[in-house]
């Protein structure tokens, strides 16, 4: 059996896989709130008590954060990670730790056909064996790079997510502008393309004085997810400033992914995915993304060519870890 996990700060996924012939089968699934255990190893060994005792022949885990020397500290939880004291909690021969957007990446390549929506059908260019860009949004920004050994695709994981973020119009130089004032240092792309990222947006356009805020709506934004009353409302369309919100993100996310298409020249595809990406697939679809994508001047023409594809699996990182476990 295999024991993979999504790790993340507000829910964590665990599941254990049962090696088939041709990869790996889900046999169970649970998902936990992160902040209820006092350790990662405390939720595994609970996850493993509820199963008759089994044979693993190895646990793989994705997690946010850098991964380095086998030991990762979470970025949103009080835990310090180590391999060797997880493997010695329950007992498996050895545990590996990915970043989270490294088991994303892994993760991509095994969907299928059905979970993945192409952008740009009229353009996009297959091309085997060049190498694959990766970027989700969600609780953070995530960025990773998939190249081609001759054999099979390595993922390299990045912080690209943490690099300083690039305004390319005079409203997103206004919306730096103000979160420098809200924030007071390093503006990165994560706190603009990501969960809070999209409530920056949001409030950034309100307090612009772009439209005004019904009463009912500024209540429910006092929730602990404000983002997804933002998606509702812009999806829906009831609410003019969550629809530009949507659309601004949307914008902004498209420049960030022809960023890293181009700084690791993902000639083979760049896939988005991530929680918010298949919530907020109308929207994506609307030519915000690929615009922002493909406004790269003299390189639009070469961008134009890149596939760019929605991963809809919400479990494409857990499925990543179960596939990279094999390797092990």
């Known amino acids: 059996m295999i024991l993979a996990g999504d790790i993340g700060g507000t829910r964590t996924v665990l599941a254990l896989f049962e090696e088939t012939d041709d990869g790996v089968r889900l046999m169970r699934e649970t ?10 190893e405390a939720m595994l060994v609970t996850f ?17 954060g850098p991964v380095l020397n086998g030991q990762c500290r979470s970025v949103h939880l009080p835990w ?47 091309r085997q064996g060049q190498t694959i860009a990766v970027i989700a949004a969600g609780a953070g920004l995530g960025e990773a790079i998939l190249t081609w050994d001759g054999v099979q695709f390595r993922a390299l994981a990045t912080e690209g997510g943490h ?21 007071d ?10 969960d ?49 919100a949507l659309e601004m993100f949307a914008s902004i996310y498209g420049s960030e992914a022809g960023n890293l298409a181009l700084k690791s020249m993902a000639l083979g595809g760049v896939y988005v995915s991530g929680d918010l990406a298949p919530q907020l697939l109308p929207v994506l679809q609307q030519g915000h993304f690929m615009h ?37």
């Open 31 to 40: 998902t936990h709130a992160s902040g209820s255990y006092p350790s990662l």
């Open 163 to 183: 690099v300083s973020f690039a305004p390319n119009t005079e409203q997103e130089i206004e919306l730096l502008r103000y979160l420098r004032g809200k924030l």
């Open 80 to 126: 310090t990670l180590e391999e060797l004291a997880l493997a010695h909690a329950i007992g498996a021969p050895n545990v590996k730790l990915l970043n989270d957007l490294e088991a994303a990446a892994y993760g991509v390549l095994q969907l299928h056909p059905h979970e993945l929506h192409v952008l740009n059908p009229s353009h996009g260019i297959e």
């Open 196 to 244: 809070a990222g999209l409530y920056n947006i949001y409030a950034f356009l309100r307090d612009s004085g772009y439209g005004s805020e019904p009463a009912g709506l500024a209540e429910k934004l006092q929730s602990d997810d404000p983002s997804s009353i933002i998606v509702q409302y812009g999806l829906s369309g009831v609410d003019p400033l969550c629809v530009a």
């Open 48 to 64: 493993l008590e509820q199963e008759p005792p089994l044979s693993l022949r190895t646990c793989c885990l994705g997690v946010a």
């Open 185 to 194: 240092g390093h503006i990165s792309c994560e706190r603009v393309l990501s």
């Open 292 to 328: 922002g994508f493909t406004a790269k001047g003299r390189f639009a023409e070469l961008l134009q060519s890149i596939k760019v594809v929605v991963a809809l699996n919400p479990h494409t990182p857990l499925l990543g870890a179960a596939h990279f476990a094999l390797r092990l």
